[in-house]
């Protein structure tokens, strides 16, 4: 197969436009949909734009990173800055970190870690172990955003980057339609607007396919934790994952249809519904509800706050 551009040995087959690409003109492409996603997502106002980064040590936070600090990396009003969460997750979150250090290392980039244990006194080990019917990502979830707008506000972060690429944004699109909740769709990433106590985030890769993420970050040579978590098996993600792989065989470039309609659809709805951002009663965390998501699992009262 022949690069369309210029002749070369193609590295990639693009399915949905029926188009292929050289080493040199898919690392171009990529790079390209990633500064376009910036401007759409970034505002540049400030004498110093400050960026948190989320990694995991994966393959789309480690490229994040990576890109970012590739195009804004010499810009003199934006600081850049990573940091990683850890759930307490034995055999998988330390080679994640060790990873995400190694990284942060090579780029020169600022890397923070807070845990589980530190913030909640527990882990997600535990959380499974006493809990064996739960379903692990339902209870990570909550944590692990509360704690990315934690270490965000920590870093004096005006936007939060996150390693979601497109499959994983059709996901969450398609999860938000089956369950008919307009207004968890509304408040989606990319943010525009400032909310009070909530680092807006960002999804630099958000048009990129998860393919193209594997293949850019093997180009470049981005070493990244290759370890899955043990937890994902039961998530119900995986079911929009089978129905959207399917729907992108039959249909290619049906995922970028899902996040167009999505796009759409939000910017009809979102100044109208993206403002009932409020403050946990207890913990004081940005929360849709009287109390946030983590609170309630942990069914805390006026009573029984203080001792959780």
Known sequence: MECTVCGKKA????RYNGTSACREHFMQGFEKRVRQEIRKQIVFRKPKTRI???ISGGKDSSVTLYILKKILGERKDVV???FTVDEGIEGYRDSGLKASIDLCRSLGIRHD?????EVFGTTMDRVVKEDPDTIPCARCGPMRRELINELSRIQEGDYVALGLNLDDYAQSVLMNVVRGDLKKMSRMAPHTTEKEGLVRRILPLRKIPEKEVVVYATLAG???DH???PYYGRAQRNTFREILQKLEERSPGAKFGIVRFSDDLRSTITSEVYTDIAKCKYCGAPTSAEV?????????????FELS
């Open 227 to 229: 370890s899955w978590c």
């Open 292 to 304: 946030c998501a983590v609170c309630s699992k942990k069914r805390i009262t006026p009573d029984n």
């Open 222 to 224: 981005i070493p990244f």
């Open 11 to 14: 590295v990639y087959t693009y």
């Open 113 to 117: 870690v807070k845990s589980y244990s």
């Open 80 to 82: 850049l800055s990573a």
């Open 52 to 54: 948190s980064v989320a």
